[in-house]
T-cell receptor, first 113, second 113 residues
Framework: SAVISQKPSRDICQRGTSLTIQCQVD?????MFWYRQQPGQSLTLIAT?????????ESGFVIDKFPISRPNLTFSTLTVSNLSPEDSSIYLC??????????FGPGTRLTVT | KQEVTQIPAALSVPEGENLVLNCSFT??????LQWFRQDPGKGLTSLLL?????REQTSGRLNASLDKSSGRSTLYIAASQPGDSATYLC????????????FGTGTRLQVTL
């Protein structure tokens, strides 16, 4: 299994600013993902973080708003830019090795004021 | 497009009762199906993974079944305990190791004393 940590665990940010979330996996993984969970909702995939290349974004999510980095096989960052109250959500990092089980981090709770 | 539905949306049972959570999906061409548990404000904990070639998986008091042809999975929890109270999510992955998870809407379970 993979153990995933995220930093920060929560943050309160002002409108118009940005927040960068870090995700660290305790082992090398082929696939890393970023999800958003809005209050009372299920998970929505934002993008797949590709090592050494640009992330693959899902419909409705764009790089300018959610820039993602993945410099190696164990680490990724998600930045949520130009924050608005609608960005208040839990952001979850996830990882998978090949075709196997997918694991999730503890999440980052973002509140935008 | 894959759609995943979970019934019921919420469930309250007395401690000790056996219960079944249901998950249905529209596209039977899946690679695997995974059941997760989410505690309030937390990340997801993987409970069981069923590959498309399997019919069921067991872990302790949990048993998950898969009927791919009918697009259904069930999660059976035996002898429920208050610590089982959480939201349970099922997620299906399409064919191909690079494909993404599609999540259901979740079942919120409360086990009362």
């Amino acid at each position: 299994s993979a153990v995933i940590s995220q930093k920060p665990s929560r943050d309160i940010c002002q409108r118009g600013t940005s927040l960068t979330i870090q995700c660290q996996v305790d082992s090398q993984v082929t696939m890393m993902f970023w999800y958003r969970q809005q209050p009372g909702q299920s998970l929505t995939l934002i993008a797949t973080a590709n090592q050494g290349s640009e992330a693959t974004y899902e419909s409705g999510f764009v790089i300018d708003k959610f820039p993602i980095s993945r410099p190696n096989l164990t680490f990724s960052t998600l930045t949520v830019s130009n924050l608005s109250p609608e960005d208040s959500s839990i952001y979850l990092c996830s990882a998978r090795q090949g075709g196997n089980e997918q694991y999730f981090g503890p999440g980052t709770r973002l509140t935008v004021t | 497009k894959q759609e995943v539905t979970q019934i019921p949306a919420a469930l309250s049972v007395p401690e000790g009762e056996n219960l079944v959570l249901n998950c249905s999906f529209t596209d039977s061409a899946i690679y695997n199906l995974q059941w997760f548990r989410q505690d309030p404000g937390k990340g997801l904990t993987s409970l069981l993974l069923i590959q498309s070639s399997q019919r069921e998986q067991t872990s302790g008091r949990l048993n998950a079944s898969l009927d791919k042809s009918s697009g259904r999975s069930t999660l059976y929890i035996a002898a429920s305990q208050p610590g089982d109270s959480a939201t349970y999510l099922c997620a299906v992955r399409g064919t191909g190791t690079a494909s993404k998870l599609t999540f259901g809407t979740g079942t919120r379970l409360q086990v009362t004393l």
